[in-house]
T-cell receptor, first 113, second 112 residues
Framework: EAQVTQNPRYLITVTGKKLTVTCSQNMNHEYMSWYRQDPGLGLRQIYY???????DKGDVPEGYKVSRKEKRNFPLILESPSPNQTSLYFC????????????FGEGSRLTVL | KQEVTQIPAALSVPEGENLVLNCSFT??????LQWFRQDPGKGLTSLLLIQSSQREQTSGRLNASLDKSSGRSTLYIAASQPGDSATYLCAVMNNAGNMLTFGGGTRLMVKP
């Protein structure tokens, strides 16, 4: 089954404790991206990757890092999480050679105390 | 910078009604426009995708149109059902195919 898998789905952590949210897709998609969803602010793009070793900033990249060492994986790294990074995070992927439909993961709800 | 607006923000209708959700965007240089459904606390389910060269797409009771020159898209839902209750989001992909901008969503409630 074609899918985008995020882990963990739920996480409570404390300020400053480094964490990684993993994202993996099984569709051989070149493009992957991360979004955060906040009440009143909607969904905003954090980072994206057009292919392996190619990443770039979205609209709200501050406080986040990403890497794309393999085509299927695109982890989101919070080096020193702060309470304002409490949010619902989504990963998505799409193939560049097809229609461009984005497939989303189920989301990761992160709380930073 | 692309801005996407959805009107109305919330909508409550009785079961069986046909309804229209609106989405407008400021930059017409787009790659595609996609409509999503989101249930509370859940992920996004893709409903329809319209390429920039297309005018409309249909899937079952859903029909989405795109008028790129005026920066507008509509999602038409025929014969609404309580199971259609959810938040509907439109999202515009830029011409380069790398940046996605979402509207704020329309929260739909269909009453039995």
């Amino acid at each position: 089954e074609a899918q985008v898998t995020q882990n963990p789905r739920y996480l409570i952590t404390v300020t400053g404790k480094k964490l990684t949210v993993t994202c993996s897709q099984n569709m051989n998609h070149e493009y992957m991206s991360w979004y955060r969803q906040d009440p009143g602010l909607g969904l905003r793009q954090i980072y994206y990757s057009m292919n392996v070793e190619v990443t770039d900033k979205g609209d709200v990249p501050e406080g986040y890092k990403v890497s794309r060492k393999e085509k299927r994986n695109f982890p989101l790294i919070l080096e020193s999480p702060s309470p304002n990074q409490t949010s619902l995070y989504f990963c998505a992927s799409r193939g560049l050679a097809v229609t461009g439909e984005l497939f989303f993961g189920e989301g990761s709800r992160l709380t930073v105390l | 910078k692309q801005e996407v607006t959805q009107i109305p923000a919330a909508l409550s209708v009785p079961e069986g009604e046909n309804l229209v959700l609106n989405c407008s965007f400021t930059d017409s240089a787009i790659y595609n426009l996609q409509w999503f459904r989101q249930d509370p606390g859940k992920g996004l389910t893709s409903l329809l995708l319209i390429q920039s060269s297309q005018r409309e797409q249909t899937s079952g009771r859903l029909n989405a149109s795109l008028d790129k020159s005026s920066g507008r898209s509509t999602l038409y839902i025929a014969a609404s059902q309580p199971g259609d209750s959810a938040t509907y989001l439109c999202a515009v992909m830029n011409n380069a195919g790398n940046m996605l901008t979402f509207g704020g969503g329309t929260r739909l409630m269909v009453k039995p």
